[in-house]
C-alpha cells in the first residue's frame, strides 16, 4: 500500500513514468522488425553425395549406410532421412532445435571426415549444405527476348547495386549456368594418336599451373618468382599439348573441339512461360521488411531506366505486401476491440470511469511491445493476435481497483481514503488474478517442436501485457481515480439484473442437488460432443497463391521434365483467375513462405509451379481453383501432379502421410501399394502417391575382372573411363574476371544419346596398349528399384494423400477400419505420420501445458486463500468453460482444432479471475463477522457488476478476432468468448453454491470432531 500512497502522492513522479513508458513503446514499436508469420528455426543440414554409374542398391550400401553410420553418433540429432538412387547419395539431417547449429555442423563435418575413408575410392567427396531458415523477402524477376547468358549479365548488374541496401542480409541469383570449356574428344583421333582420356585430363592438370617459386634477394629489392602458366581464356586450353605422334606435338586442338559455353543445364526457372532468371532477396533478420521493400522498388526504379527497355523486370511473392495487409488488419482488429471496451465500459460505469480503466491499454499494450522489441520478437500476427486475446484482459485489473475505489466514494469516504481502502481491498485480488493468468501461459514457453516456436509469441505477449496491466492497475489507476472520480457513480443497488440474479442465486443455494446435476451434466455432454466437432491441426492460409508439384518416373531427364512444365503452364496461363506462373524445373522453388521449401535439391525429374491468382479472393478463392484444376492436370498422363495449398502452423508436410517400414524392399513396397489403392478408393483423398514403386531404367556395366586383369585394367579405370566419356570429368579450371570456368572433357553431347558410345571407347593398358571397352566389359539394359529411402537408419516408403471437402482425421479413421485386411509381416512397421502426427504430439504437448497450467494455478490459490478448499472451488470454474468452448464451435461451425485447444489453455488462467474475486470478496465479508449465506449472497450482488465488466470487457476485444480473423483465430476467439461467457455464468452461481457446501462441511466437521481410539 506504501506503493500505491507513493504514486498518488508523488505525482509528478507517475507522470514522468507515465510519459516514459508511452515514448519507449512507440519508439520500441517504429523499430521493432515486422513479419507476417513468426520465425521458425529448422535447424538441419544436407549431406550430397555421388558415387557415378553406382545401382541404388550399391550406393545405400557402400555410401548412404557409412556415412549414416557415422552420423548418427551426434548428440543432437533429432532425425536422419536418406535417399539413395542412380550415383547419387542424399542425406537430410535434423537437430534439437535448441541445439547449437554452429557447433552441430563442425561435428558433422568432423563425422564426414571419419566416414569418408570407408567409401569407395571413385565415390566423390560429400557436400554439406546448411538448410537456410530465412524466408526469402522477395524475388525479381528477369525475363525477355535476350539470351541466358545475357539476363545473366542483368542480374548481376542489378545485385552490385542492390548490395547497398543495409537492410539486405543476401542477394542470390537463382537459375543462373555457370560457364564452362568443353573438351569434346574425337575418339577416333584418340584411337590415331594413341592417346587416352585419362592422358588427357592429366596434361590439362599439368599444364594449368601457377605454383609460387620463392623469392630472390637482387640488390636492396626481395623480388617474388612464381610460375604462371594457368590459363586465361578458353583459346588456351586448345593448344595444350597432350602426346606425341611421329616426332611432333599433339595439341589439344587436333584432337577435340573446344567450345566455350555453359555448363549442362540441370535447372531451369521460368516466368509465365518464358525461360528467366530470379534474384532472391532476403532481408537481415531483425531489420524492418517494409522499408527493405521500398528501397528495392525504388532502385528498381532507377535502374529500370538504365536498362533494355525489352527486359522485363517483376517483382514476385513480395512479403512486404502480404505483411502490410495482415498486419494492417490485426492492429484495426486490435484499435476496434479497444474502442468496443471503452464503449463497454462508458455504458456500464460512467464516463470518468471508463477513461480511467481505459488508459490501461495504451500503457499495457506500451510495456508489451518494448518487452518483445528487447527480446528479439517481431511483429506478426502471431503477436498481434496474441495482443488482442489479452486486450480485454488489460482492463479488468483497472475495472476492479476503479469500482472499488468508486464504491467507497459512493459510501461517503474522504477521496485520499477511498483510493487507499479500495485499493487495498481489491490489491490481492488482482495480484493472484493476474499472477494465474501468467502462469496459466507459462507452460506455452516450454512447447518444443515446430508447433511450439510458431504460437511462442502468445505466452509472450500475453505474459508481459498482463505483467503491465498490474503495474498500471496499481500505480496509475489510482491516481487516476484521485484525480478524476467523483461520488454518484452508478450503484449496483438501482440494477435490475442485479437483483434478478440474487433471486436466481438464492434459488441455486436453496435447490444445490439440482443445480449441481444440472451443471455435470453440461460438463459431460460437452465432452462426449467433441468428437462430433471433427478434428483439424491448422488451417488453409487462405492465400491467392498455391504450389503445383509434378514428378515423371525416376530416370526422366531434364528435357522430358521441362516439356511437362510447358505443358502445364499453357493449361494454367489459359485460365482467366490465374495471375503468374513461376517454374522451377530440376529443383524445387525457393523458400517463400516460412513453412515449405526449407531444402532445396536437384532432381531432373521434378518441377515445381508458384502459382497466384488474380481478383478479389472472396470470390475467386484458391481452393476453388485448384478443384477446377485437377481433373485437368490427371489427362497428363506418365507423371504425378499433386496441387497444394498453403497452410498455416509449423510444417507438417502432407495431410496424410502413412510410413511403412522395414527391411526387404518388396515386402515394403507390396504394403505401399496395398495402402495407396485403399486411399483412392476412400472420399476427400485426393492425389495419393507412394515412393516405394518406383523404377528407373538402367544401363549396367559387367565387368569380365580376369580379362581385365590380365591387361592390366583396373575397375576403377573403367568407371572413370566411363564417367568421362559420358558424363564427362572436370580436368581443372581457370578464373576469368570473377568467373571460375571449369573444363569437362567428355566424348560430346551424342555420347550421353546413343548406347553405340559404348563400341568407340578405348582404354590404355599398363604396357601402351590400346584396349577396346568391349573387350573386357558388357553392356545390357535392365530397370530396378528408383530410389531406396531410410528414416532413423531403417528402410522407410511413405504414401502420401492430399485431401479435398474434408478433414485428414476423418479419412485416416476409415483408411485404419480397411487396413484391417492388410497383413502386416513380423518386423514390419506401419506409422501415420503427416499432419495426424503432427497434431497428436502438439495436442500432447498442450495437454500438459493445460495440466501444469492448471497446478500452477492452483499453488498461487493455495498461497493466497491459505486453504486447500477454497482454491479447489475457484478450480471448478475451469470445466465451466469447456461446456462454452464446445458450444461455440458447434454454433460457428469450426472444427476442434489446436488453435481451439489453445483457447482452451487460455481459458485455464482467464475464468478463474472471476472466482477469484467473488472468493475473496466472500472471505471478507466473513471476517466482518458476517453468517456464511448472507456472506455468499452479499458477495455475489456486490462483485456482479465488475465481474460482469470484466467479462464483458474481454469478449468485447476478442469479438473483432472472432469475426474477422479467418480460420485460424476465429475458432481460438470463439472458444474464448463462449467458454468465458458460460463460466462467467456459471462462476456466479455454482460457486457459491460449491463454496456454501464446502464451508458447511467444514463448519460441521469441526462441531462432531470423530472421537479417538
Known amino acids: 500500500m506504501k506503493l500505491v500512497a507513493l504514486a498518488v502522492q508523488r505525482y509528478r513522479l507517475t507522470v514522468l513514468g507515465i ?519 491448422f488451417p488453409k492460409a487462405e492465400k491467392e497463391i498455391f504450389v503445383i508439384e509434378a514428378q515423371l518416373p525416376q530416370g526422366a531427364n531434364i528435357e522430358t521434365t521441362l516439356n511437362l512444365a510447358e505443358r502445364i503452364e499453357r493449361i494454367l496461363l489459359a485460365r482467366e483467375e490465374v495471375e503468374s506462373v513461376m517454374t522451377h524445373v530440376g529443383q524445387n522453388g525457393p523458400r517463400i513462405y516460412y513453412n515449405i521449401n526449407f531444402f532445396r535439391v536437384k532432381e531432373p525429374n521434378k518441377a515445381q509451379f508458384f502459382v497466384t491468382i488474380k481478383g478479389d479472393i472472396r470470390r475467386v478463392t484458391t481452393a476453388r481453383v485448384i478443384k477446377e484444376l485437377r481433373p485437368l492436370m490427371t489427362r497428363l498422363s506418365g507423371a504425378r501432379i499433386e496441387l497444394k495449398e498453403l497452410e498455416q502452423g509449423p510444417p507438417v508436410g502432407a495431410p496424410i502421410a502413412i510410413k511403412i517400414k522395414g527391411d526387404d524392399l518388396e515386402v515394403i513396397e507390396r504394403l505401399a501399394q496395398g495402402y495407396n489403392s485403399l486411399l483412392k478408393s476412400i472420399p476427400g483423398a485426393v492425389d495419393v502417391t507412394d515412393d516405394a514403386s518406383e523404377t528407373i531404367p538402367q544401363i549396367e556395366i559387367r565387368v569380365d575382372s580376369d580379362k581385365a586383369q590380365l591387361l592390366g585394367i583396373t575397375n576403377a579405370t573403367i568407371g572413370q573411363t566411363i564417367r568421362t566419356a559420358i558424363y564427362g570429368t572436370t580436368a581443372t579450371s581457370f578464373r576469368h574476371g570473377d568467373e571460375e570456368i571449369d573444363v569437362v572433357v567428355s566424348l560430346g553431347e551424342t555420347s550421353r544419346t546413343d548406347v553405340a558410345t559404348f563400341d568407340e571407347i578405348y582404354m590404355k593398358s599398363i604396357k601402351g596398349f590400346k584396349i577396346p571397352f568391349r573387350q573386357v566389359a558388357d553392356v545390357r539394359f535392365i530397370s530396378d528399384i528408383g530410389t531406396i529411402r531410410r528414416e532413423n537408419l531403417t528402410r522407410t516408403a511413405t504414401v502420401r494423400s492430399e485431401v479435398q471437402g474434408t478433414l485428414s482425421e476423418s479419412v485416416i479413421d476409415v483408411l485404419k477400419a480397411k487396413a484391417a485386411t492388410l497383413q502386416i509381416p513380423p518386423g514390419y512397421l506401419v506409422e501415420y505420420e503427416g499432419e495426424t502426427q503432427e497434431r497428436n504430439e502438439s495436442f500432447m504437448s498442450l495437454g500438459w501445458a493445460m495440466i501444469a497450467a492448471f497446478l500452477l494455478v492452483y499453488v498461487v490459490l493455495v498461497a493466497q486463500f491459505n486453504s486447500y478448499k477454497q482454491p479447489f472451488v475457484i478450480a471448478l470454474s475451469l470445466p465451466f468453460g469447456l461446456v462454452g468452448a464446445v458450444l461455440g464451435l458447434w454454433i460457428t461451425g469450426y472444427s476442434f482444432g489446436f488453435m481451439a485447444f489453445l483457447g482452451l489453455v487460455s481459458l485455464t488462467g482467464i475464468v478463474v479471475n472471476d472466482a477469484i474475486v467473488l472468493i475473496d470478496f466472500v472471505n471478507t465479508i466473513r471476517k466482518e463477522g458476517r453468517e456464511l449465506r448472507t456472506a455468499v449472497t452479499e458477495a455475489g450482488r456486490l462483485r456482479f457488476r465488475p465481474v460482469m465488466l470484466t467479462t464483458v470487457s474481454t469478449v468485447a476485444g476478442l469479438l473483432p478476432l472472432s469475426i474477422m480473423g479467418g480460420s485460424l483465430w476465429g475458432p481460438m476467439g470463439n472458444v474464448i468468448i463462449f467458454g468465458l461467457s458460460m463460466a462467467t455464468v456459471l462462476t456466479l452461481i455454482i460457486i457459491p453454491v460449491v463454496y456454501e457446501i464446502i464451508e458447511k462441511t467444514g463448519e460441521m466437521s469441526a462441531a462432531f470432531p470423530v472421537p479417538s481410539g
Open 19 to 537: 510519459i516514459l513508458l508511452l515514448v519507449m513503446g512507440g519508439v520500441s514499436y517504429y523499430l521493432i522488425p515486422r513479419r507476417e508469420d513468426p520465425f521458425i528455426k529448422v535447424p538441419g543440414a544436407t549431406v550430397q553425395s555421388y558415387y557415378p554409374g553406382a545401382s541404388p542398391r550399391d550406393v545405400e550400401r557402400y555410401v548412404t549406410v557409412p556415412l549414416e553410420e557415422k552420423i548418427n553418433e551426434i548428440d543432437e540429432i533429432d532425425k536422419i532421412f536418406s535417399s539413395s538412387s542412380q550415383g547419387a547419395s542424399l542425406i537430410l539431417i535434423q537437430f534439437d532445435p535448441d541445439s547449437d547449429m554452429d557447433e552441430n555442423l563442425q561435428e558433422l563435418r568432423e563425422k564426414i571426415r571419419e566416414a569418408e575413408a570407408d567409401l569407395p575410392e571413385a565415390a566423390l567427396d560429400p557436400e554439406i549444405t546448411r538448410w537456410k531458415t530465412e524466408t526469402v523477402s522477395l524475388i525479381i524477376n528477369l525475363s525477355g527476348p535476350f539470351s541466358h547468358g545475357r539476363l545473366f549479365k542483368y542480374a548481376k548488374y542489378i545485385k552490385r547495386d542492390l548490395e547497398k541496401i543495409p537492410e539486405i542480409m543476401s542477394l542470390e541469383i537463382d537459375g543462373d549456368q555457370e560457364r564452362e570449356v568443353h573438351v569434346e574428344v574425337y575418339q577416333n583421333r584418340l584411337s590415331q594418336y594413341r592417346i587416352s582420356l585419362d592422358d588427357v585430363i592429366r596434361q590439362l592438370q599439368a599444364e594449368n599451373v601457377s605454383l609460387p617459386g620463392g623469392h630472390m634477394d637482387i640488390g636492396r629489392r626481395r623480388y617474388l618468382v612464381r610460375t604462371d602458366e594457368a590459363f586465361m581464356r578458353a583459346g588456351e586450353v586448345g593448344r595444350t599439348i597432350v602426346g606425341a605422334y611421329e616426332e611432333r606435338p599433339v595439341f589439344l586442338a587436333d584432337l577435340a573441339k573446344i567450345k566455350d559455353t555453359y555448363k549442362r543445364p540441370e535447372y531451369w526457372v521460368r516466368f509465365n512461360g518464358q525461360q528467366s532468371v530470379n534474384i532472391l532477396v532476403t532481408q537481415k533478420p531483425r531489420s524492418n521488411l517494409l522499408a527493405a521493400s521500398r528501397k528495392i522498388h525504388g532502385r528498381l526504379d532507377q535502374l529500370a531506366e538504365r536498362l533494355p527497355q525489352r527486359l522485363k523486370l517483376l517483382v514476385f511473392a513480395d512479403q512486404s505486401r502480404s505483411v502490410s495487409q495482415r498486419l494492417a488488419s490485426f492492429q484495426k482488429n486490435l484499435a476496434i476491440g479497444a474502442c468496443l471496451v471503452i464503449l463497454l465500459t462508458i455504458f456500464l460505469m460512467n464516463l470518468r470511469m471508463a477513461f480511467t480503466v481505459g488508459f490501461l491499454i495504451p500503457l499495457s499494450i506500451s510495456f508489451a511491445v518494448i518487452m518483445l522489441y528487447r527480446l528479439g520478437h517481431s511483429l506478426n500476427q502471431i503477436t498481434l493476435a496474441a495482443m488482442i486475446v489479452v486486450l480485454g484482459m488489460l482492463v479488468d485489473n483497472g475495472i476492479v481497483v476503479v469500482e472499488n475505489i468508486q464504491r467507497h466514494l459512493d459510501g461517503g469516504k474522504e477521496r485520499i481514503s477511498a483510493v487507499l481502502t479500495g485499493s487495498r481491498e481489491v490489491l490481492g485480488a488482482i495480484a493472484s488474478s493476474s499472477l494465474t493468468t501468467m502462469l496459466a501461459f507459462t507452460p506455452l514457453l516450454f512447447m518444443s517442436g515446430d508447433t511450439g516456436q510458431f504460437i511462442r509469441g502468445i505466452p509472450v505477449t500475453i505474459i508481459f501485457a498482463i505483467a503491465g496491466s498490474l503495474m498500471v492497475a496499481v500505480l496509475v489507476s489510482p491516481l487516476m481515480s484521485h484525480r478524476f472520480l467523483k461520488p454518484g457513480g452508478k450503484g449496483a443497488d438501482d440494477s435490475s439484473v442485479i437483483k434478478a440474479y440474487g433471486h436466481i442465486l438464492r434459488f441455486a443455494l436453496d435447490h444445490k442437488i439440482l443445480t449441481l446435476g444440472i451443471t455435470v451434466t453440461a460438463f459431460l455432454g460437452s465432452l462426449l460432443f467433441i468428437p462430433r466437432l471433427g478434428l483439424q491441426f
